[in-house]
């Protein structure tokens, strides 16, 4: 029996600044860059505005203020 090889999965709390969420997708980006050896990967706890603006009013308008909807 061998030992998986170690990964890296980062989580995110999520965020409604599409700048914020890209902020943190460069930083996962980042880590892997300089880490080619790791896989990295990252996620959001809660969920992020879609990074299309055409789908921006859809996601919008299809939850409340507190929560997108889920797709």
């Known amino acids: 029996m061998t030992t998986p090889a170690p990964a ?3 989580a995110g709390h999520g965020t409604r600044d599409e700048a914020g969420a890209e902020a943190f997708r460069d930083f996962v980006r980042e880590l892997g860059r300089r880490h080619p050896e790791l896989p990295v990967a ?4 809660e969920l992020s505005p879609p990074r299309s603006p055409r ?3 859809s996601w919008w308008s299809g ?3 507190g929560s997108p909807p889920f797709r």
């Open 42 to 45: 990252g996620g959001f706890i």
């Open 55 to 57: 789908r921006w009013a």
């Open 63 to 65: 939850g409340c203020a």
């Open 8 to 10: 890296l999965l980062i």
